[in-house]
């Protein structure tokens, strides 16, 4: 089919991927007062879920995908919202304007005036042999997770291969569950990428305090089968066998590009979007874990786009995209933040820590309460919090009115940080 036959002008906006961006994009345009039709097409055969339950109360319980739903259906009736839903879409043709149709790989088509990509991530596969033997589980999805948790009922020894959130979840949970578990990752310290030191060394106490072994430095080089196609445990790079009857898989997400790329619009490390959520072709958007933006807070010398999986960002990017698609652009500028969830620990992030050049612990880590607040030239720009909610809120809102807390102040943990947010002289004289 080529790009001639596109769809008459009343067909609305297309959003491809039914999860926490696309129905976030869905609502906010209703908000926005878009009036046409607006149609959601998923892949996944559950109604849009909340995907962090996944690696937590999800692999405890006997709760159900319909329990952890974004929405419910009266609410799609009533915003006429049509969602399609077991549909992957394989194909886009476009037409001038940006305007199309998009076709499923059941063969059904659907004609938009404007489309928007919220296709997520799927999990980085273990480069390996013996990566795809049974026992070897990867969380992205429900349907991951369901078939993780009956594994996990029946698993003596788990191997998590990985440190990130995914990962250190799962290991939490597994270990919650009364399995003997290890984790083994490529990188020198836990959660690498998203924390600083402080708070990476003080999740791995935390997990070998409760028993979980770590092994850091050490990716494993394959993974044995135990004779019978079934996984039986790791060899390090030394040599060295970790037994297991379980192993998840957490070293990170993939963006899909793949329609991206078949549209010709840029893609690098995502789909490449503008501050208002615009990819390279001028007229569909995107959002989510699937793009690459500007970063929304100022980073010198750091990166021209970062990749930001959390929940906040997709909404904030899919907010982004709908006013632009309303005709009401804004530009993405919300102050990053995420949370994990492990054991008793709360974990929060707020801001970028990239490029800090100083930091400072507020209360003691042994005590499982504490947060690191992180400067550069000066400047607040980020805060990890273990169980410090308060904290936590009070620096996303200095971070998110230019302000700060000025760091010797902040260690006194009998004086609230929201009481010590003051303006940044350095940000006045910029
Ligand atoms: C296990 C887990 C735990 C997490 N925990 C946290 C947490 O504690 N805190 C936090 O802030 N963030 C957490 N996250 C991250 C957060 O959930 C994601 O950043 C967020 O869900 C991204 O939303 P999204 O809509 O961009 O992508 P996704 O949620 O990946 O949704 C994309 C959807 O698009 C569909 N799709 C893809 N291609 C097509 C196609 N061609 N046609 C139709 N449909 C398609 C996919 O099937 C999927 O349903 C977690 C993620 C995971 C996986």
Request: with cysteine; proline share 7%.
């Amino acid at each position: 089919m080529n790009s001639t036959a596109v769809a008459p002008r009343d067909t609305g906006v297309l959003v491809v991927g039914a999860c926490q961006a696309g129905i976030q994009l869905a609502c906010s345009l209703r908000e926005y007062g878009y009036s046409a039709p607006i149609t959601v097409v998923g892949a996944e055969r559950h109604a849009p879920y909340q995907r962090p339950p996944l690696s937590k109360t999800l692999l405890h319980a006997e709760t159900s995908p319909d329990a952890i739903a974004l929405r419910s259906e009266a609410f799609y009736a009533d915003q006429g919202i049509r969602l399609v839903l077991g549909e992957r879409i394989i194909r886009v043709d476009r037409g001038d304007g940006g305007a199309g149709v998009a076709y499923a790989h059941s063969g059904r088509s659907f004609a938009f005036d404007r489309l928007a990509l919220t296709v997520g991530a799927r999990p980085r596969r273990l480069p390996v042999p013996g990566a795809d033997l049974a026992g070897v589980h990867y969380l992205r999805d429900a349907d991951d997770a369901l078939a993780l948790r009956a594994a996990l009922a029946e698993a003596v020894d788990v191997l998590v291969i990985g440190g990130g959130f995914i990962g250190l979840e799962v290991a939490a949970t597994a270990r919650e569950l009364g399995c003997e578990v290890t984790v083994t990752l490529a990188d020198n310290r836990l959660l690498e990428r998203a924390v600083g030191v402080p708070t990476s060394e003080f999740f791995l106490d935390a997990h070998i305090r409760r028993g979980v072994r770590v092994h850091l430095g050490a990716p494993p080089v394959r993974l044995l089968d135990d004779g019978h196609g079934r996984v039986r445990g790791a060899e390090l790079p030394d040599g060295s066998v970790l037994t297991a009857d379980l192993v998840v898989v957490g070293i990170g997400a993939v963006p899909r590009t793949e329609l991206a790329e078949q549209l010709g619009l840029t893609v690098d490390n995502g789909i490449v979007v503008n501050e208002y959520g615009l990819t390279s072709d001028g007229t569909t958007v995107a959002a989510g874990d699937c793009v690459a933006c500007p970063p929304p807070v100022d980073l010198p010398d750091g990166p021209v786009r970062i990749r930001f999986e959390s929940v906040n960002t997709a909404v904030e990017q899919a907010k982004t995209a709908a006013a632009l698609l309303a005709d009401r652009p804004v530009p993405y500028g919300a102050v990053p933040w995420f949370w994990s969830d492990q054991y008793d620990l709360k974990l929060q992030v707020a801001g970028l820590s990239t490029g800090h050049d100083r930091y400072v612990v507020r209360g003691e880590p042994d005590t499982e309460k504490f947060a690191v607040l992180y400067y550069r030239g000066g400047h607040l720009v980020a805060g990890d919090f273990v169980n410090r909610p308060a904290d936590f809120l009070a620096v996303r809102s200095a971070l998110a009115a230019g302000r700060t807390i000025p760091p010797e102040a902040a260690t006194d943990t009998t004086v609230p940080l929201k009481k010590l947010i003051a303006d940044d002289p350095r940000q006045a004289v910029a």
